[in-house]
């Protein structure tokens, strides 16, 4: 049991047992981190740019860290953590897009998953990896087997396979290929008996944005596609109807772009210099990537002049430059630089962030919206993809602000589309709306192998 507080070695204070600490630190020699600096700074991810999280992301610290080598080890751990009702965090790259997923809340141990990050032969075209590889290491590794990935997160220098797929949804790619989840032809998890479950396609659907709560994900067999050189094509317009018009056009004719994307003049301007070209002071980017085999320069160059745009790129871009355009601001080097420029002028201020999922055609009354109210200057982008054979859009709007401003923010936009809550570490309040049958599956899953509530405990009620 979790028991009065005692001192480590350092002096550093935490709520586990003297000697249940010695017990993990007897299993995972070197690789157990009682330090304080490491404790705090590893309970965290992307929490801080949200300022409901202000309060949390000081208090809730984790007891221990521990990094685990091998499927062996997880799985003693979980059995111990078990039996003794401590809280298990697992955490991958600690950028998900579920920001607030990997605060330990209820303290417990931390279990940082990177050392296990093997890449597996590719079997036709499906990968398996561990749980700990970041996106990145993974790309590389399947490109220079000639194969690609269909889709990755913005962040895919630092997120890692697991924590996109258990925390992740719509990522680089899913114009074609929809969610993550849609592309996980199997996923290995341990649950906190200690039984290592393999979940095969739509069973996987249980563990996939489940944050870490039904058990810890090591190994996902992802889906690939063959690698082929892409086209990025861009093209910018005055007119928000206009960009409307156009995307909606793609939409209906089906397209067979891979990527296809929106960005305000705010936001284009960051990726200029990766892409050669300059932004249209008010206007609007449409962004597509695609094989180029598939011949589609004139059909978008058609698309763009016929609803009064023009060309701004058109060709063959290296997939280094290209993977950093699609990322944006997850990706971009200047993302740092801003968000310190907003600390250094107001603390209290964020570079808030905020999501909402729609039919495609609904929403572009809310990118309207956006220009009722006083956000300054906002960074606005709009990602088209399909979930199960419908297409959906995904709006996100970064601007500067503090805790009022999120509220207004959120008022302001209620009940128009589906939410999707960055700023809460609920799932129900991330995938309710939308898929409320995935979330009473997975409800039922993490009633089934997690009765102890081990798991990332408040994050799925039950
Ligand atoms: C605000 C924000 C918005 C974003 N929006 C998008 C977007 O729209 N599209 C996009 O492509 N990318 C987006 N990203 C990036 C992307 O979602 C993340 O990089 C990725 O999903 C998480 O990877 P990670 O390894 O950093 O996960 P982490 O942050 O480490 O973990 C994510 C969650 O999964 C759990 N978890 C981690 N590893 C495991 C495991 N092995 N087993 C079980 N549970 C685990 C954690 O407990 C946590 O709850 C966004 C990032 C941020 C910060």
Known sequence: MMSSQVRDDTGVRTSLDRDLLNEIEKNFKGRTYLDEWVRRKLSTDWAWISPAFSGLVESAVADVVVFPRNVKEVIWLLRFADSHGIPIIPRGGGTGNN????????GGILLDMRLMNN????DGSTVKVEAGCRFGTLM???????????????????????GFVAGGSRGIGSYEYGLIWD????????????????LQTEEADVVTHSMGTVGVVVEVGLRLRPLSEHVLAEGSLYELSSVADLVD???????????????????SRLTDDFMGSSSLRDGWKVIAAYPSGRGLVDVFRRGVERF????????????????????????????PYIIRHIKSRDPRKHLLYLVLYHHHNRVWEVVEGVSEI??????????????RGAPYAHFGLFVEGDIEKLEELRKRF?????????????????????????????????????????????????
């Open 99 to 106: 920001v607030g997923g990997v605060l330990p809340i209820r």
């Open 119 to 122: 890449v597996g032969d590719i």
């Open 140 to 162: 590389q590794r399947v490109r220079s087997r000639g194969m690609d990935l269909r889709v990755y997160p913005t962040s895919y220098p630092l997120a890692t396979v697991g």
């Open 183 to 198: 592309n996980v032809d199997s996923v290995k998890l341990v649950t906190p008996s200690g039984e290592v479950v393999v």
């Open 249 to 267: 056009r793609f939409i209906e004719e089906r397209v067979e772009f891979w990527h296809l994307m929106v960005r305000n003049s705010g936001y």
């Open 308 to 335: 009064g745009g023009r060309i701004s790129h058109m060709g063959v871009m290296d997939r280094a430059s290209m993977d950093r355009v699609l990322s944006g601001v997850f990706g971009l080097p200047q993302t």
């Open 374 to 387: 006083e956000v300054g200057e906002p960074l606005i982008e709009v990602n088209l993809f399909w979930i």
């Open 414 to 462: 209620a009940g128009i589309g589906y939410k999707f809550d960055l700023h809460s570490y609920q799932i129900s309040d991330r995938l309710g709306e939308l898929f409320p049958e995935k979330l009473r599956a997975m409800r039922d899953f993490k009633r089934k192998v997690d009765p102890n509530d081990v798991m990332n405990p408040g994050k799925l009620g039950v």
